[in-house]
């Protein structure tokens, strides 16, 4: 994705806040906000960062257990089911 289009000065946000939304709604693109030639910010619209939060979680999830798996920290498929089951009927 090229961000080059996304890029405007704070003054730009200061003065269409409104459409700087609505459009961050519409496009599901994030924007860059300048201040004084510097990159500061970045918006994005409230879908688009809940699915990053989310994508964010499961990759966690995901190292979390790719580092168990390498240090053996694993309960056989056979061990689960059984503690499953006796779990279902207790219940």
Known sequence: MRYSRQIKP???LKANAADVLQELKEQRKPLIITQNGEAKAVLQDVASYEET???LALLKILALGSQQFEKGEVTPVSEVVKRLRSK???A
Do not use: D, R
């Open 88 to 90: 279902a009927t207790a």
């Open 53 to 55: 939060q989310e994508t």
């Open 10 to 12: 704070i003054s730009y």
